[in-house]
């Protein structure tokens, strides 16, 4: 896709962070916008600035993990502009330490919002898009975390890993289909943004309760690290910029660290010669 003015783009969890980015790269290109977030103002925040930058927009405020959601959502956008061109399937949350530490409502949440709402997105924004029969674009925000592994924050690398799968697995399936559908999947690394705070945006059934492990050394060292990371990060306007140039130039990954490829061949070569990963 090489024209962008008055197609329409809907972003997941776009009230902040990347998914604001790439809206507001959307709109800068004159395309209309659906913004859903979980956290209402932040969504009528973003609405209320790319209208401000001259295109329209509307909000969803809704829990995008819930597949109904997900089926308001594309009423809100046909309702609203009548079709849909781009899908960022990006709302996604953090959670570190490891599996048998963590509360089960964390390993459920983290698995709803960071998988499940992508598998969800293409589930019920596909027919769609092949009703339309114009040609359309997916992008799916996985994570450099997709392509590793570590001991630490385990389930983050199992939704990424899973999602980096599903984006290969639903492109090839489009593709040999013929349908003029293509899939992207953006594999940032660090980003400042505040997913180090996600924890704000639970959806009421995984609220934080009285678990001890929310009072652990290991929750705060993880809270810690995370922050630390994204400190460190790229600034999200770049990730915006990144989106459009890779749909532009029909690029499947979206790379926007250069050590992503260096981390996804030592990945590869371990997986060839067998090695350990502690010795990879
Ligand atoms: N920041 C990074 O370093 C980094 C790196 C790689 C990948 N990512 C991925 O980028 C995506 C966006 O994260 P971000 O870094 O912009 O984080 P962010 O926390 O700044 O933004 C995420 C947005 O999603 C919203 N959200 C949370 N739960 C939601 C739900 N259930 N339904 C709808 N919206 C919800 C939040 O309110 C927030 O506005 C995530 O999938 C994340 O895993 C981030």
Redesign the pocket.
């Known amino acids: 896709m090489k024209e962008f003015k008055d197609k329409v783009l809907v972003v ?2 776009g ?5 604001r980015a790439i809206a507001v790269e959307a709109a800068k290109r004159g395309m209309k916008c659906v913004v ?4 209402g103002d ?1 969504a009528r925040s973003v609405v209320a600035e790319l209208k401000a930058l001259g295109t329209e927009a509307v909000a969803q405020e ?4 819930l597949y109904e959601n997900i089926e308001a959502l594309l009423k809100l956008t046909l309702d609203t502009f009548g079709r849909v061109d781009i899908l960022c399937n ?5 959670v570190s330490g490891p599996i048998w530490e963590l509360p089960k409502r964390d390993i459920d949440w983290i698995a709803e ?2 998988f499940l709402s992508h598998i969800y997105g293409m589930k019920v924004f596909i027919p769609q898009m092949i009703k339309q029969g114009t040609p359309c674009e997916i992008i799916n ?1 996985e ?2 975390a997709g392509l590793m592994t570590s001991g630490k924050a385990t389930m983050y690398h199992c939704t990424k890993a899973a999602g980096v799968a599903a984006s290969e697995s639903v492109y090839m399936g489009l593709k040999e289909h013929g349908y003029p559908i293509t899939v992207h999947c953006l594999v ?4 400042k ?3 180090h ?2 924890d704000l ?1 639970r ?1 009421e059934r995984y609220k934080m309760n009285d678990d001890p492990y929310y009072t652990s050394e290991e929750y705060k060292a993880g809270q810690i690290r995370s922050e630390r ?2 400190m460190s ?1 790229i600034e ?1 306007w770049y990730v915006g910029e990144a989106v459009f140039t890779a749909i532009e130039d029909e690029k499947f990954y979206i790379f926007t660290h250069p050590e992503s490829q260096v981390i996804a061949q030592g990945r590869v070569q371990r997986l060839a010669s067998g090695v350990n990963p502690m010795l990879g």
């Open positions: 997941t969890g009230g902040r962070g990347i998914g859903n977030d979980i956290d932040a809704a829990d995008i993990s990006n709302a996604g949350c953090a919002l960071n925000t994570s450099t940032p690394a660090y980003v943004t505040t997913i705070l996600a945006h959806p990371g994204v990060g999200d």
